[in-house]
């Protein structure tokens, strides 16, 4: 990482820190918050500003603090097209949320809106803000085939069946997608969990489309075991939202650790927790969120790791891996992962080619071929993984591989 990187790295997260917890009176000092004066920096904001998709953010922090705006009005003028391009997008990508959460009402299926949707609506305050690559739905397992059939409806095809927990549906228009989950990460997959998720379920306001959410705390909780799942690789947005939700005092921290210890990472989740305290240089968290001890050792090396994959784009962060969702497992997990990938249930093949069960059946031998090129491009990208040139080595160990080795 070069100077440049590392200064444009922590004006981003100054800034992320006021837009987190505003200064009282709002006085922040110009020399802080002000455009770098480098050019190398100032051209760093703008290459990280870019890969994470805060162009948005930094224009409309740019109105609320006029010093952070760069003075090249060319440059301002092209952020206030991608605020607007944004918007645009997001609107048409929401209407298409909203359409399919009423079939889903109307056909008897419950359902609930995951990750970036629901940040959008309860963080951001602006649609226009926060960028979306997807759309992320939960549904009951029995529910599936009906929800996929309101999907197809809504004028998307089945891509892509992860075997775990989702799959994919993608759209005529670029950027019109949807994973349809039908269950959780499997160290989430505890009744307590799932019941706390399923019993608190709220409709939130998205830009005015009443839409389905978890509660806030069963939120942070999913959010948190998102990160640990990816092994620390997430993007500045979705951090912004996790340390937002902990430091904005709208979360119950106790009911949030008390999910996480459910499934075991309440550890981990405090090792998460101390991060974004530090990255975001913010006051200490609540102590339910930072008391579980176990992986302070792993403190400095876990934050330094985090930093560096905040300075690459998304494709050198996610190195091609074979059977991804459980990449730290060995042993029978491998194992039990490869024969769902190969022979999933039924029902999820109905869903998956919008079919009934004698087309199903037929389709198995098909799938079965398919999925096993698929292992095998997977494994071969493993082996053979393409690193970008700017990239630096992670110095920190997994901590998803940590606790599967433990349990």
């Not at 709002?26 to 050019?39: F, I, K, V």
């Not at 006029?66 to 206030?80: F, I, K, N």
């Not at 359902?111 to 629901?118: C, E, I, N, W, Y």
Request: with cysteine; net charge neutral; aromatic share 8%.
């Amino acid at each position: 990482m070069t100077e440049a990187t590392e200064r444009a790295l922590d004006y981003l997260l100054t800034l992320a820190r006021v837009w987190i917890s505003p200064p009282s009176g709002g006085r922040e000092q110009r020399s802080t918050l002000g455009w770098p004066a480098h050019l190398a920096v100032a051209e760093e904001v703008e290459r990280l500003a870019r890969i994470h998709g805060l162009l948005p953010w930094l224009h409309a922090m740019g109105e609320r603090y006029p010093a952070t705006l760069p003075p090249d009005g060319a440059r301002r003028t092209a952020w206030e097209r991608e605020r607007f391009e944004t918007f645009a997008f997001q609107s048409a990508l929401y209407d298409l949320l909203a359409q399919v959460v009423a079939g889903c009402r109307a056909a008897g299926c419950p359902v609930v809106v995951l990750k970036g949707p629901a940040a959008a609506a309860r963080v951001w305050g602006d649609v226009g803000l926060r960028p979306t690559s997807d759309l992320d739905l939960l549904c009951h397992r029995q529910d599936l085939r009906r929800v996929a059939r309101v999907v197809r409806a809504a004028g998307l095809a089945a891509e892509a069946h992860s075997a775990t927990y989702h799959m994919t549906f993608r759209g005529e228009r670029p950027g019109h997608v949807i994973e349809l989950h039908f269950g959780l990460y499997d160290f989430l997959e505890k009744p307590a969990f799932l019941e706390a998720l399923w019993r608190s379920i709220v409709d939130i306001d998205l830009d005015g489309r009443e839409v389905p959410a978890s509660s806030e705390e069963v939120a942070l909780a999913f959010g948190l075991a998102h990160w640990i799942h990816h092994d620390g690789r997430l993007g500045l947005p979705q951090l912004m939202e996790l340390a937002a939700a902990v430091w904005r005092g709208g979360v119950a921290a106790g009911e949030a650790a008390d999910l996480l210890a459910e499934t075991a990472f309440a550890a981990e989740a405090a090792l998460c927790v101390r991060t974004l305290g530090r990255l975001f240089s913010l006051p200490p968290a609540p102590a339910a969120l930072a008391a579980p001890a176990g992986t302070e050792a792993h403190d400095r090396e876990f934050e330094l790791y985090v930093r560096g994959n905040l300075c690459q784009p998304e494709e050198a962060r996610e190195l091609p891996s074979p059977l991804a969702e459980t990449l730290a497992r060995s042993g029978w997990h491998l194992v039990t992962h490869a024969v769902r990938l190969a022979f999933p249930p039924l029902v999820e093949l109905q869903a998956l080619y919008g079919c009934g069960w004698a087309g199903a059946l037929a389709r198995r031998p098909a799938h079965f071929w398919l999925a096993a090129r698929r292992a095998i491009a997977k494994l071969r990208a493993r082996r053979h993984p393409v690193v970008a040139a700017a990239a630096e080595p992670a110095t920190a160990p997994s901590v998803k591989r940590e606790v599967y080795r433990r349990r």
